[in-house]
């Protein structure tokens, strides 16, 4: 094993305790950036529920404003109607047209 020799006769290189400090410093940096990665996750999944909360409210309250407009916001007595959301004059069930 020949280990080069600089100008001193000291042999060129890394000691133990340099090679522990930087890894010591490499695994401090590694649980830091994981645990924001997995903060980050967790909000990246936290705004999707958000987000799809909000949608379904914004839907629910478009399809009560037609139900107003066409006066049928109160289905109490068992009668339900359909709610016509897209103007065509059509009674569909289901995405599909009813008999």
Do not use: H, P
């Given at each position: 094993?020949?280990?080069?020799?600089?100008?001193?006769?000291?042999?060129?290189?890394?000691?133990?305790?340099?090679?522990?400090?930087?890894?010591?410093?490499?695994?401090?940096?590694?649980?830091?950036?994981?645990?924001?990665?997995?903060?980050?996750?967790?909000?990246?999944?936290?705004?999707?529920?958000?987000?799809?909360?909000?949608?379904?409210?914004?839907?629910?309250?478009?399809?009560?404003?037609?139900?107003?407009?066409?006066?049928?916001?109160?289905?109490?007595?068992?009668?339900?109607?359909?709610?016509?959301?897209?103007?065509?004059a059509l009674t569909t069930s289901l995405g599909t047209l009813a008999s």
């Open positions: 094993m020949d280990v080069s020799l600089n100008k001193r006769g000291k042999a060129k290189g890394f000691t133990l305790i340099e090679m522990v400090v930087v890894i010591v410093v490499l695994a401090v940096l590694s649980v830091t950036a994981a645990s924001a990665y997995l903060n980050m996750a967790k909000e990246a999944r936290i705004a999707t529920l958000l987000g799809a909360k909000d949608a379904l409210a914004t839907i629910n309250y478009q399809v009560y404003t037609k139900a107003v407009l066409q006066n049928q916001q109160d289905v109490n007595d068992g009668n339900v109607k359909n709610i016509d959301l897209d103007n065509d």
